[in-house]
C-alpha cells in the first residue's frame, strides 16, 4: 500500500509532465520513492536467496510489528526534516513518554487511556518546549535537542526509579501491539482502503473536469487505483494468513495516512514546506514562523511518544534502555533513505513507512541470518551514507540544472 | 499622465536614521493611480530605505504618509498589505521547492468548502484556476503551473513575484530592482508587464539602477542623493544626462533650480 501511495504520488506530477520531464525527475530523484521501492525488492531478493524464511508469511508480520515505533517516530522527524532541522531527542522523549504511561497505570492505577494520553502529553509538552527554545532564541535545532537527549534520559532514569524498569500489565496497552484483526475483518479493513482511496480519486478527478483543468484522461489515476488495490490485496491476503492484521500496523497506517494529509493538502502543511524552502519568503508572506516551527517540533514529540507507548506495548515493559540504543539515529535515517531530504523543504510522509521498512528488512534479515550486531550496524551504517549521497548527488544535479 | 487630483500615495517630511546615518532626510514622493514612477539614486542613496519604509518593514523616524487623501500608519508589513501596497523585492522571497500555484497563494490559501474546512484543507483546483487566469490576463507565460518555481528561468520568477504582489488586489506596487540579473529578451517581458500594471491603473514605483529601463517604462523620474530628494524629472522631457547629474550631484544646483516650479506643482 504504501509503495502504491508513494509511486503513485509521484505519477500524479507527471501526468502532467512530458515524458521527458519524468524520466529527468527518476534521475533527478524527485521520484526517489520508486528508488526505494526497487531497493525494497533487492534487499528481499539477498535475504530470501539466503534464507526461504524471510517472505514467509510470520516473518512479513513480524517485520510489519517491529517497524512499528521507528515509523511512527519517523512520521514526526518527516515534519523536522521539511524544515531543514533535526530533532535529536525523539528517542529519548519516547522513553521518557513510556515511562510516564507506566508509572501511571501500573503504580498509580490509572486508566490506560488517560495514562496513553499523558504520554502523548508530556511528548508534546516537551516538543513545544524545544521549538519555542530553538525558534524564540534561534539557538540551532540540533544543539537544543541534543541538550533534550541528554536531559530526557536523566529525566527517564528518574520517573523509572531504583528498579530501572516496570513490566506493564493493563491489557489496553499491551493490547496495542498484540492484537490481530480476524480474516474477515482484515478483507472488511482492505475494502474500506481500496474504496476509500477510489472515492477520493474519482471526486478529484470529477472536481479538477468540472474546472476545466483536466489534462489528460482519467488512465493514470485507474492505474495507480488498480496498482493499490493489488498493493492492499495482497499485504492482507499475507498477513491473513500468519496471525491476521495487527493493530499496530492500521494504527502506523492511520498515523501516515493522516500526517501526509496534513503535509501535502492542508494550509498549515504548505507553510511547513514554505519555512523549509525558504524562511524569509515565508515570513514576508505574512506566515508565522515561528509557530509553524513550534507546531512543527510539538508534532515531532507527540509522534516520538506515541512511537515509544507502542515500543512499551510490544516489550510488555519500560526499562532503562527505552528509546535508547539506535533507535533515534534509525527513526531519522529512515526517510533519508527514503527521499525526504535534510536540506528541508522536500519529502513526504510516505518515506517514514518506506524507510522503516527498508531498514527494518535489513535489520529483520540480518537477524535470521544471525548476524553479529557489529555486522547489523555497519551495514545499516553504509545503507544510510549511501542514502545520503543519493541525496546530495540529486540535489547537485537539480543545481545544475538551475533549480535550487 | 498622472495629475487626476489626490495622489493615491503621498509621502511627506520622511526621515530615517540608522545610527549615525541619516537614510533618509524630510524626503516628499508621490505616485498617482495609473503612473509608473522610476526610483534612482547612487548605491546608499535611500532607495530602498524609502520602500521599505512605505512596506512597513522598517518605520520612518517622521514624517506622514497620506493614501488616497487620508492620513494613515504604516508599522508592519501587515498595514501596507492592507491598505494595498504590495512590494516585489529584489530577492523576490519565492519558495523555490514550490510549484507556481503555491507560491503565488503563499500566506493567502484557498480553503476549500465542505468537511475540508475543520483542517483547512487547500483548493487546489481553485488557486491553480485562480492562478491560470492571472497569469492569462497579464500575459505571462509559464511552461506549467506546476512546475517548481525554482526551476524557472530568472524572467519568468521575477512575473511570479510580480503575479503574486497583485494577488491582493493592490493599488500601489513597488518594484524593488526588477530586472537586476535578467537577460534582455527577459528583462522586455518583464517591462512591458509593468506597462500592463499601469494600464491596469495601478500605481507603480520601479526602483533600478538601469536608467534604460526606467526612461523606457517611468513617466516620472525621482532622484535620490544621500538621502535626499535631489531631483524630479518628466521622463519625456528630460535626458539621462540630467538625471545621472543629479544622481552623482554634478551640476546639482542647476538641475534643482531648473526642477523647483515642476516639483512644487505635483506636491
Not at chain 1, 534479515?365 to 546530495?392: E, F, N, Q
Not at chain 2, 493615491?8 to 498617482?32: C, N, T, W, Y
Not at chain 2, 494595498?84 to 529584489?90: D, E, F, K, N, S
Request: glycine share 12%; net charge negative.
Amino acid at each position: 500500500m504504501s509503495a502504491a501511495e508513494a509511486t503513485a504520488d509521484d505519477a500524479q506530477g507527471g501526468q502532467e509532465s512530458t515524458r521527458g520531464q519524468a524520466i529527468r525527475r527518476l534521475v533527478q530523484g524527485d521520484l526517489s520513492s520508486v528508488r526505494v521501492v526497487l531497493g525494497l525488492v533487492v534487499i528481499a531478493i539477498i535475504f530470501q536467496v539466503q534464507e526461504d524464511r524471510f517472505l514467509s508469511a510470520q516473518n512479513l508480520t513480524n517485520l510489519m510489528l517491529q517497524i512499528t515505533t521507528i515509523g511512527l517516530i519517523s512520521v514526526g522527524i518527516v515534519y523536522v526534516l521539511l524544515l531543514g532541522e533535526i530533532d535529536l531527542s525523539v528517542g529519548a522523549v519516547s522513553g521518557l513518554s513510556a515511562a510516564v504511561m507506566a508509572v501511571l497505570s501500573v503504580n498509580h492505577g490509572w486508566n490506560a487511556y488517560l495514562a496513553i494520553a499523558a504520554a502523548v502529553a508530556v511528548g508534546a509538552a516537551i516538543g513545544f518546549l524545544q521549538g519555542s527554545l530553538f525558534s524564540r532564541f534561534v539557538v540551532p535545532s540540533f544543539v537544543v535537542t541534543l541538550a533534550g537527549l541528554l536531559a530526557w534520559e536523566g529525566a527517564l532514569l528518574q520517573v523509572l526509579g531504583k528498579t530501572g524498569s516496570l513490566n506493564i500489565n493493563d491489557p489496553k496497552i499491551t493490547g496495542l501491539a498484540n492484537t490481530f484483526y480476524s480474516d474477515t475483518v482484515g478483507w472488511i479493513f482492505a475494502a474500506l482502503i481500496i474504496a476509500a482511496y477510489g472515492t477520493v480519486l474519482a471526486l478529484g478527478y470529477r472536481k479538477r473536469v468540472s474546472a476545466g483543468l483536466a489534462d489528460g484522461g482519467p488512465l493514470p489515476l485507474v492505474v495507480r487505483f488498480v496498482f493499490l488495490a493489488a498493493i492492499v490485496i495482497v499485504a492482507v491476503s499475507v498477513l491473513n494468513s500468519d496471525r491476521g492484521v495487527p493493530l499496530a500496523v492500521m494504527i502506523l497506517l492511520g498515523f501516515v495516512v493522516g500526517m501526509e494529509y496534513v503535509a501535502k493538502r492542508t494550509t498549515f502543511g504548505r507553510h511547513v514546506f514554505a519555512v523549509g524552502g525558504n524562511a524569509e519568503a515565508a515570513r514576508r508572506a505574512g506566515i508565522r514562523v515561528n509557530a509553524v516551527r513550534v507546531a512543527v517540533f510539538t508534532i515531532s514529540g507527540s509522534m516520538a511518544a506515541i512511537g515509544g507507548v507502542m515500543a512499551a506495548s510490544r516489550l510488555f515493559a519500560v526499562n532503562q534502555n527505552s528509546g535508547g540504543n539506535e533507535l533515534l539515529l534509525l527513526a531519522i535515517a529512515g526517510p533519508v533513505i527514503a527521499g525526504t531530504s535534510l536540506f528541508g523543504g522536500r519529502g513526504s510522509v510516505w518515506t517514514a513507512l518506506l524507510g522503516a521498512l527498508v531498514i527494518g528488512s535489513i535489520s529483520n534479515g540480518m537477524d535470521l541470518l544471525s548476524l553479529s550486531s557489529a555486522v547489523k550496524l555497519m551495514v545499516t551504517g553504509g545503507v544510510l551514507l549511501l542514502a545520503v549521497l543519493v541525496d546530495a548527488v540529486a540535489r547537485q544535479q537539480r543545481q545544475t540544472s538551475g533549480r535550487v | 499622465m498622472a495629475a487626476d487630483g489626490t495622489p493615491l500615495l503621498e509621502l511627506e517630511g520622511i526621515s530615517k536614521r540608522f545610527g549615525p546615518v541619516q537614510a533618509l532626510d524630510r524626503v516628499d514622493f508621490a505616485v498617482s493611480a495609473g503612473e509608473v514612477v522610476g526610483l534612482v539614486g547612487d548605491n546608499g542613496a535611500g532607495k530602498s530605505t524609502l520602500v521599505k519604509a512605505i512596506a512597513g518593514i522598517n518605520p520612518p523616524d517622521s514624517g506622514t504618509i497620506r493614501f488616497e487623501g487620508q492620513e494613515v500608519r504604516i508599522s508592519r508589513p501587515q498595514d501596507a498589505t492592507e491598505l494595498g501596497i504590495a512590494t516585489v523585492y529584489q530577492d523576490l522571497a519565492l519558495c523555490d521547492n514550490l510549484d507556481v500555484v503555491s507560491n503565488l497563494f503563499l500566506g493567502r490559501e484557498e480553503i476549500a468548502a465542505g468537511p475540508g474546512q475543520a483542517t483547512r484543507q487547500l483548493d487546489e483546483v481553485k488557486m491553480e484556476h485562480e492562478t491560470a487566469d492571472l497569469l492569462s490576463n497579464l500575459a505571462v507565460t509559464i511552461p506549467s503551473l506546476r512546475s517548481e518555481v525554482g526551476t524557472l528561468s530568472g524572467g519568468q520568477r521575477q512575473q511570479v513575484a510580480v503575479a503574486r504582489s497583485l494577488l491582493g488586489e493592490p493599488k500601489v506596487v513597488l518594484l524593488d530592482e526588477p530586472t537586476a540579473a535578467l537577460g534582455v529578451p527577459q528583462t522586455k517581458q518583464v517591462l512591458e508587464l509593468i506597462r500592463r500594471l499601469r494600464e491596469r491603473n495601478l500605481g507603480v514605483v520601479v526602483i533600478s539602477h538601469n536608467l534604460a529601463n526606467v526612461f523606457a517604462i517611468a513617466d516620472r523620474v525621482f532622484v535620490l542623493r544621500l538621502g535626499r530628494a535631489a531631483g524630479e524629472f518628466k521622463a519625456d522631457e528630460t535626458t539621462e544626462e540630467h538625471v545621472i547629474g543629479a544622481i552623482t550631484g554634478v551640476g546639482d544646483g542647476r538641475e534643482k533650480n531648473e526642477q523647483k516650479p515642476e516639483e512644487e506643482g505635483e506636491a
